[in-house]
């Protein structure tokens, strides 16, 4: 008597491995949606960190842009280099990235990035402001918070 499995038995396990790998990654689908959202909210808080450190070296005017531009463009500008300025998770995937605009002066800005999880978008502002919204409509770097 041989030792060994059925072809049935094999499909059955195969079966049964194939249907909890799709039911763990429908579960995970969620998480790295907060995640990423997550990471936003911190690039944010980076290029603002940035925006206020190059304001205290130019008398409190920040990197002059009327019309929303990717913050790393900015980055560019406050750092000599675009490499290492942070970029969305889903850089390239439209809606997904981040903007930044200024009054004409640039003595306030915006900045914003879609959300994933929560279908709205982060805003940060230069007078401190900082939460969600549900759409932007950001006009000479008004704070729309």
């Known amino acids: ?27 995970f689908g969620p998480a790295q949606k907060q995640a990423r959202d997550t990471q936003r909210k911190s690039d944010i808080r980076q290029y603002q960190n940035s925006l206020e450190m190059y304001a205290n070296k130019y008398n409190g005017l920040f990197v002059i842009k009327e019309t929303s531009v990717d913050p790393s ?5 406050l750092t000599g280099s675009a490499t290492g300025c942070p970029t ?3 850089s390239g995937t439209s809606p997904y990235g981040y903007y930044y ?5 640039g003595s306030k800005y915006v900045l914003w990035a ?25 006009s000479g770097g008004t704070c729309p918070l």
């Not at 041989?2 to 072809?7: E, N, P, R």
């Not at 463009?73 to 500008?77: E, N």
């Not at 605009?101 to 002066?105: E, F, G, N, P, V």
């Open 1 to 27: 008597m041989k030792k060994g499995f059925t072809l049935i038995e094999l499909l059955v396990v195969i079966s049964v491995i194939g249907i909890l790998a799709s039911i763990a990654l429908v579960s």
């Open 73 to 77: 463009t900015i980055c560019l500008i």
């Open 88 to 90: 969305d998770p889903k």
């Open 101 to 105: 605009q200024t009054d004409a002066s």
């Open 114 to 138: 879609k959300l994933e999880n929560v279908a709205k978008y982060w805003v940060n502002c230069s007078n401190g402001k900082v939460g969600t919204v549900d759409t932007v409509s950001v």
